[in-house]
Every structure is written in structure tokens, then in C-alpha cells.
């Protein structure tokens, strides 16, 4: 009981001296990944009971947990085991040979319409040929059935060597709707202009040694607010970007 007011003091403190890596993510711009999470765990959340979902690309299998009311299938690759340096950080070991099938995702040994529903989330920029991908998973979704692609619009290398594209545009969403004969739901941006730059700015505030990034912290923080402010309370007009599309297409 003491340990947990000491705790929650200790990170109060943190905060006010700008020692915590997610203040300002906490108090002003939800990370981006937060908000795909968000999206995917409500979409999942409102598919019928008893459906057959195949989370393609699947990994570590994060939205598993989700799923107890679906028949759920991961598919993976499984080469990739995590170990890399990212933003001066180590990324932790990556287990995805446990998921239930594994195999290049662009020949899943199934039968055709075998799912009712596919997730792939943050994949196509890993493979290197995400039109013959897409093609596939269009193939094993029964008819009538829906894809929940996400992927990022711009993104810096990660997951390397298995890294190939840095994102994707709503156009070529659509023009693989038109290409696979696939209904487009609903196309949806992750953020905006100045998010995406606001976020930017946040992630140089992690790196150099503490001192280095509570300064930084400090120095940033009247421009994150200014930005805040574009954001929330004033029409400011601004370049389309965002930092990914949540894509709901429909197998015709």
C-alpha cells in the first residue's frame, strides 16, 4: 500500500521534471499506436460471435486477447525475433513461431474463403510485394466478408532487414479496391499534419542522456503547446498527411 502512494508520488515528480518519456503523449498528442489499437480492439469487439478471424502478419499476436468470442488463426512468417536497435532503444525479443500457421503470407496453405473476417495490422510495409498480399488475403475471405488493413503513411525504418516500404497513400488503397473487386468501406487517417509533426517533435525529446532530454523537454514544450492549440481550437489550415490509414474493405 505504501510502495503504490510512493509510486504514483514518484511519477508525479516525474512528470513535473519532465523525467517521464510519455508526458507529453499523456497530457498533450495520444500516441498514434494507441489510437490504431483503439480502433482495432472496437472493430473486433463488434464482429458476430463464432466468426473465423485470421489475424495475418499477426506476430506476437497482441489482439489475441480480444477475441474469445471469435474462432481466431494467427499466420506469421516467423523469421523475425526482435534484437534491433530502434530510436537508441533495444527492441525486445519477438516470439511469432507459436502462432498456428506459419508461412509467407502471400501463399497461406488454406482453401479459398476460408475466413470470415482478416486483420492485418502494420504488415504490408514488411513485405515486398504487398499487391500480391493483398490479392491473397482477398482470396481466403469468404465473400461478403470484411479486411481490416492498417499500415503506416510514413514511418521510419524498423523490423529490419525486414523493412521495404515506408507506407502507403489512400490512393493506392483505392486502386487496389479497384483491382481485387473489393467494396471500400471506409478509409480512416491516424492523426494529421500537425500531429504527425508534433509527434515528431516529441520523439527527439528521447534521445542523449537525462539531462540532455529534460532540457530538450523543456524547450519543446511552448512550441507542443502552440501546436496543441492548431489542433484542438483554431481552423488552421495545414498539408494532408498523417501518420496511417485505418482501411475497412468488403469482399464483393
Known amino acids: 500500500m505504501h510502495f503504490s502512494i510512493f509510486s504514483r508520488k514518484f511519477n508525479s515528480l516525474k512528470n513535473i521534471l519532465f523525467l517521464n518519456r510519455d508526458f507529453f503523449n499523456k497530457y498533450l498528442f495520444q500516441i498514434p499506436s494507441k489510437e490504431r489499437d483503439e480502433f482495432i480492439i472496437n472493430w473486433i469487439s463488434n464482429l458476430p460471435h463464432g466468426s473465423r478471424i485470421l489475424d495475418a502478419g499477426a506476430g506476437i499476436q497482441r489482439y489475441k486477447k480480444y477475441t474469445n468470442h471469435l474462432n481466431y488463426v494467427s499466420q506469421d512468417f516467423g523469421e523475425y525475433k526482435g534484437g534491433e536497435n530502434f530510436l537508441?532503444?533495444?527492441?525486445p525479443s519477438w516470439t511469432s513461431s507459436n502462432c498456428d500457421i506459419i508461412s509467407d503470407i502471400a501463399d497461406i496453405?488454406?482453401?479459398?474463403c476460408s475466413f470470415d473476417f482478416i486483420l492485418c495490422s502494420e504488415v504490408l510495409?514488411?513485405?515486398?510485394?504487398?499487391?500480391?498480399?493483398m490479392s491473397e488475403l482477398c482470396r481466403v475471405v469468404k465473400s461478403g466478408g470484411q479486411l481490416l488493413i492498417t499500415a503506416p503513411f510514413n514511418s521510419y525504418y524498423h523490423?529490419?532487414?525486414?523493412?521495404?516500404?515506408?507506407?502507403?497513400s489512400k490512393f493506392w488503397y483505392k486502386k487496389i479496391a479497384e483491382s481485387l473487386n473489393l467494396e471500400l468501406i471506409s478509409i480512416i487517417p491516424n492523426g494529421n499534419y500537425i500531429k504527425n509533426l508534433a509527434k515528431e517533435i516529441i520523439r527527439t525529446t528521447y534521445f542523449g542522456n537525462p539531462f540532455i532530454r529534460i532540457i530538450s523537454r523543456l524547450v519543446v514544450l511552448p512550441y507542443l503547446l502552440i501546436l496543441f492549440a492548431f489542433d484542438n481550437f483554431l481552423n488552421?489550415?495545414?498539408?494532408?498527411?498523417?501518420?496511417?490509414y485505418f482501411v475497412i474493405f468488403?469482399?464483393?
Open 88 to 91: 537508441g532503444e533495444k527492441v
Open 125 to 133: 510495409e514488411h513485405v515486398d510485394s504487398p499487391e500480391k498480399t
Open 236 to 244: 488552421i489550415k495545414t498539408p494532408e498527411s498523417c501518420t496511417g
Open 109 to 112: 496453405p488454406v482453401k479459398d
Open 250 to 252: 468488403k469482399k464483393i
Open 159 to 168: 523490423q529490419t532487414p525486414f523493412f521495404f516500404l515506408t507506407g502507403f
